[in-house]
């Protein structure tokens, strides 16, 4: 079996064949650290770890690269409302990204470069284009020549002629043509700048991509992947100043993930719709909201709501569930049975279901009816008289094996129970040593009402907070 992806260069599914057996090249573009991550920049960060988890569970060696835009307009216009500087800005955001991402179960990048730390390979990316004649100076900027690149347009399948119609020069560009794009920017009073054969400045948005893939994965990668959003102008325009600057393709795969609506309407400020994750993860456990994103196929858009939310707890909750009573289950369980074989069989046909519809272009929403199934024949299994170890196990070890490749724990938290609660379970675990039923039902009500569900099982009690 072969992984496929959804290539938005060719518009089809291909057989994904990396340039080195066994290697992978992948890059991502990160958020611009301006502000906290709303949802829109979570969806990426989720779906693309989940790729590189599944490459890496299929075997390939992942070297896994997601920037930062730590200087462009937004930071320096929240520079000036909030009277500091963009370097402290940016160093806030950052680490916020991580604490963010981090409890939605994003691992780490092998890279996080920063604009700010690569400028001299983004400087000397410019010199070498206008050396070439991609590029040219303007008064203190630095354009891109669009009509120059032959291929421009080929990753977002558009004419140039239909995109001359759209163009036009804004106040304050020196551009030659509407199509040219900023490679550099001239500093104006006040703003951070760095020094540059063209005077003080800084980047455009889309060199410093191009320039930093180049640095951190070489000239030809693997995968290059973003949001939909970014398909055009940004991505177009990596491939551009890319491919003029070497003369070799610039990336073999580009993944683009759909757009977040909120209640069915484009999330935006100006609405009053715009949700932080910041926010919303001190409301609900983040791997629900993981979760919630996994179970729609990454190229589709998704709409986010409260109901949708409440669903994907119930389907997070559903799997951990299963997952528990087997961990429950295991300690009482005998060694052999004569359906172990058969059982067997069953839990190795779902993981075989899992890696068919995970390699087709990462289909996670059916990846997680695999899960669900799984946790269905575990709860069947379970239900019979006698049960053995070594199927309990092997149903174990697949639940953890398929949800890590989801980014899906399967383990809440510990709660931290106050002294109260714990003093009353000891009471009723003290009285129904002693047969006091009637004291034992009468905790239980009064657990109950402050939200602790009790279950007893052959193994002790457990409890939940509702």
Not at 429 to 435: G, H, P, S, T, V
Request: proline residues 3%; hydrophobic residues 35%; contains cysteine.
């Amino acid at each position: 079996m072969a992984i496929k992806f959804y290539n938005t260069l060719t518009r089809s599914k291909e057989e994904f064949k990396p340039i080195k057996d066994g290697k992978v090249k992948m890059y991502v573009c990160g958020p611009t650290v301006y502000n906290y991550i709303h949802i829109g920049n979570a969806r990426p960060a989720i779906v693309f770890d989940t790729v590189r988890r599944y490459l890496q569970y299929r075997g390939y060696e992942v070297k896994y690269v997601s920037n930062f835009t730590d200087v462009d307009d937004k930071l320096i216009k929240a520079a000036k409302e909030l009277g500091e500087d963009v370097p402290t800005i940016a160093d806030r955001f950052i680490q916020a990204f991580y604490e963010d991402v981090t409890a939605l179960g994003v691992k780490k990048a092998d890279v996080h470069p920063r604009v700010m730390e690569n400028m001299d390979i983004i400087i000397e990316f410019i010199e070498t284009l206008i050396q070439k004649g991609y590029a040219y100076e303007s008064e203190g900027d630095v354009y891109f020549r669009t009509r120059k690149f032959d291929d421009y347009g080929k990753l977002s399948h558009q004419p140039i002629d239909d995109l001359r119609l759209g163009a036009r020069i804004e106040v304050g560009e020196k551009k030659q043509d509407p199509l040219d794009f900023a490679l550099w920017k001239a500093a104006k009073e006040g703003e951070i700048y760095w020094e540059s054969p063209w005077g003080k400045g800084r980047p455009g948005w889309h060199i410093e991509c191009s320039a930093m893939a180049k640095k951190y994965l070489g000239e030809t990668i693997d995968i290059h992947a973003g949001g939909q959003d970014l398909t055009f102008p940004h991505h177009e325009n990596e491939i551009a100043q890319s491919e003029a600057l070497t003369g070799k393709t610039f990336a073999n795969y580009w993944l683009h993930n759909g757009y977040i609506q909120i209640d069915n309407e484009k999330m935006s400020k100006s609405l009053g719709n715009f949700v932080l994750v910041h926010d919303i993860i001190k409301q609900i456990d983040p791997q629900v909201l993981r979760f919630f994103m996994l179970s729609v196929h990454y190229r589709n858009p998704i709409n986010f709501s409260q109901e949708l939310l409440e669903s994907a707890k119930s389907g997070l909750e559903r799997i951990r569930t299963a997952y528990e009573n087997l961990s429950y289950r295991k300690v009482v369980s005998t060694g052999l049975t004569d359906s172990n074989e058969e059982w067997l069989k069953v839990i190795e046909g779902i993981h075989e279901q899992f890696i068919i519809e995970m390699d087709d272009d990462i289909n996670t929403a059916n990846a997680i009816s695999v899960l669900f199934d799984l946790a269905k024949q575990a709860n069947i299994y379970l239900r019979e008289n006698q049960t053995s170890s070594e199927v309990i196990h092997a149903f174990m070890e697949q639940f953890e094996n398929l949800a890590g490749v989801l980014g899906i724990t399967l383990q809440k938290e510990k709660e931290l129970l106050d002294e109260e609660i714990e003093e009353l379970l000891q009471k009723r675990i003290d009285a129904r040593k002693n047969r006091d039923f009637a004291l034992a039902d009468q905790i239980r009500d009064q657990l109950k009402d402050m939200n602790i569900v009790l279950e007893d099982t052959p193994q002790g009690t457990r409890w939940k907070r509702m």
